[in-house]
């Protein structure tokens, strides 16, 4: 190969080379571009999941903050309620409880209107005097508080004010007075025993708690008639099985009259001995639907008999008139009762039957009611009583009216009215019960009450 060829190939090769060199580095820019651009790419992606992780750590210290204040603050209740085991609200009644300790206030408000239509007033009378057969006004029927709980676990307390404008079956008078104040002893779920005034065991309506339960937003006439009121002694109810209960107690008086006595062991009104009973068997249904008289529509079906006896001995100087002074002497009453309830879940039927001594004759003296009650909406019910009574001039007494249910038993509005059947006085055979049911003269015609109920 000539020199010149040499040459020419050389520089050729050279350039060659020089072009690939060229193309390559060109080549090799690119690439470390799109590196670079990659790097740039992954620092940025870096850098948000960095600030992203410094966002979630700070959430996660700002909930670490918000758990530990609650924790804190739990402790610091879970150490409260070590120490005092504190707790209030409403349950059936506003409560209060601390340890073994704790109270439920509870309370009923009845507030009427009566009109009474009586006959008979001259308007020859003496001058100054009410020839008016027609009396209205509105009164505070009822203002009662209670208060229940128990104490040390098995002991439980109840005890109850009332300010009553009228007397009835449990308060003798009208005013403020003591209604309840017993303590009870529970020995497991089928025995107790109660030391205190308390209701005395013989009608049906003995068992329900206040007036506030009952169906008529007041107690039956024949309550009024026959019940055993209420009593200062000591007292059993015995549960055998799940449907037979037995209660009985000895009692300083029963069967009193309003102006009796029965906290004072050594009243001329008081007697040597004063028993009362009642037993009732659950044919049916669950015995918490019978602490109300009314049956609520879908409260299912329950029925119950039952049957109560009262006897008293009196005192020896309860035969002295003059030494004793009182209209309660010379009087040995013995009283038997029998009664069946039945509630559908919408409507009831209530039957009862007495007879006894009459309290003030010490004459035989029967008696019967037929009672019940049939909700024609969830809110509206409507119900009657008939009652009858030997010993009255006015023999046969007739109860009818409606119930506007706003709350439950709670809240209503009760509109009755009150017939006696039969002409004549009303008559004062076993208790007065004259103003108490509305019939505010012996001489009546018919009343009309409308009564609004709060209770809780």
């Known amino acids: 190969m000539s020199l010149t060829k040499f040459v020419g190939l050389l520089a050729g090769s050279t350039l060659t080379l020089t072009s690939v060199s060229f193309g390559a580095t060109e080549a090799n820019n690119d690439t470390a571009a799109q590196i670079n651009e990659l790097k740039a790419e992954i620092a940025a992606l870096k850098a948000q999941q960095g600030g992203e992780q410094w966002l979630t750590e700070q959430r996660a210290e700002s909930i670490r903050g918000v758990v530990q204040d609650v924790l804190a603050d739990s402790s610091t209740r879970s150490s409260f309620q070590a120490a005092t085991n504190g707790a209030a609200g409403y349950n059936g009644g506003f409560f209060i409880a601390s340890g073994d300790w704790n109270l439920k206030i509870n309370a009923l408000e009845q507030v009427r ?127 055998f099985g799940d449907n037979f209960k037995v209660s009985g107690g000895w ?102 039957f007495v007879w006894m001594d009459a309290w003030t004759t010490d004459q035989a003296n029967c008696g019967f009611n037929v009672q019940g009650g049939y909700f024609f909406t969830n809110d509206l019910e409507g119900f009657a009583a008939v009652a009858y009574n030997s010993t009255s001039d006015s023999h046969w007494f007739i109860q009818t009216g409606a119930n506007w249910y706003f709350a439950g038993n709670n809240m209503k509005m009760t509109v009755m009215g009150i017939i006696p059947c039969g002409g004549g006085t009303i008559g004062d055979s076993l208790r007065g019960y004259e103003g108490g049911i509305g019939l505010s003269d012996t001489n009546n015609n018919f009343s009309l009450v409308a009564q609004l109920q709060l209770m809780f």
């Open 113 to 239: 209107f009566v009109w009474n239509n009586g006959y008979g007033k001259s308007p020859a009378a003496a001058p100054g005097a009410n020839t008016d057969n027609n009396q209205w006004g509105f009164e505070n029927r009822r203002t009662q508080v209670f208060f229940s709980g128990s104490a040390f676990k098995d002991w439980k307390y109840v005890v109850g004010f009332g300010l009553d404008s009228q007397s009835d079956p449990y308060v003798s008078d009208g005013g403020v007075q003591l209604y309840y104040a017993y303590v009870q002893k529970n020995f497991g779920d089928k025995f107790n025993v109660k030391v205190g005034q308390q209701n005395v065991m013989f009608l049906a309506e003995s068992e329900l708690f206040n007036a506030g339960n009952t169906q008529m937003g007041d107690y039956s006439i024949f309550d009024y008639m026959f019940s055993a009121g209420q009593g200062v002694g000591v007292s059993a109810e015995a549960m």
């Open 251 to 352: 009692f300083n008086i029963v069967q009193h009259g309003a102006g009796a006595d029965i906290n004072q062991w050594n009243s001329y009104d008081n007697q040597s001995i004063a028993l009362a009973g009642r037993a009732d068997f659950l044919f049916a249904g669950k015995w918490s639907s019978f602490e109300n008289e009314s049956s609520m529509k879908d409260s299912g079906f329950s029925a119950v008999a039952g049957v109560g006896v009262t006897w008293q001995n009196g005192r020896a100087i309860n035969d002295n008139a003059a030494a004793s002074g009182s209209s309660f002497y010379g009087t040995n009453p013995f009283g038997i009762t029998a009664d069946v309830r039945m509630n559908f879940g919408g409507a009831n039927l209530i039957g009862q």
